[in-house]
């Protein structure tokens, strides 16, 4: 079994960081790739960003590059994300997701790419 466990949501000021964690328990299958994606009331869920296991590459979504960064420890099989300069549109519950084993990035924006989902974080930013 593969279980997601968030933590770090919260209310905040616009301006503000937060920092969001996803810790993954898992002794069955390596980690290829761990993102965040979120999904605001009335929308689609949508990728904000992702890290790959091995190398490191980081993907942003444009809407929050230059403010979120999303480091990783593998060694805690967790991952974070650090959110800046937060705005009233950055409000939505915010999900975990994991892709197992070896593959290709292409696709890592897509919720398909990803095999586990946490249960998601509220982050609200107030004006």
């Known amino acids: 079994q593969v279980q997601l466990v968030e933590s770090g949501g919260g209310l905040v000021q616009a301006g503000g960081s937060l920092s969001l964690s996803c810790a993954a328990s898992?002794?069955?299958?390596?980690?290829?790739?761990m993102g965040w994606f979120r999904q605001a009331p009335g929308k689609e869920r949508e990728f904000v960003a992702a890290?790959?296991?091995?190398?490191?590459?980081?993907y942003y979504a444009d809407s929050v590059k230059g403010r979120f960064t999303i480091p990783g420890d593998n060694a805690k099989n967790t991952v974070y994300l650090q959110m800046n300069s937060l705005k009233p549109e950055d409000t939505a519950v915010y999900y975990c997701?994991?892709?197992?084993?070896?593959?290709?990035?292409?696709?890592?924006?897509?919720?398909?790419?990803?095999?586990?989902w946490g249960q998601g974080t509220q982050v609200t930013v107030s004006s």
């Open positions: 997701a994991l892709r197992r084993g070896s593959g290709w990035t292409n696709g890592i924006n897509l919720r398909a790419y990803y095999d586990y």
């Open positions: 890290i790959t296991w091995i190398g490191s590459n980081t």
């Open positions: 898992t002794n069955i299958f390596t980690i290829n790739t």
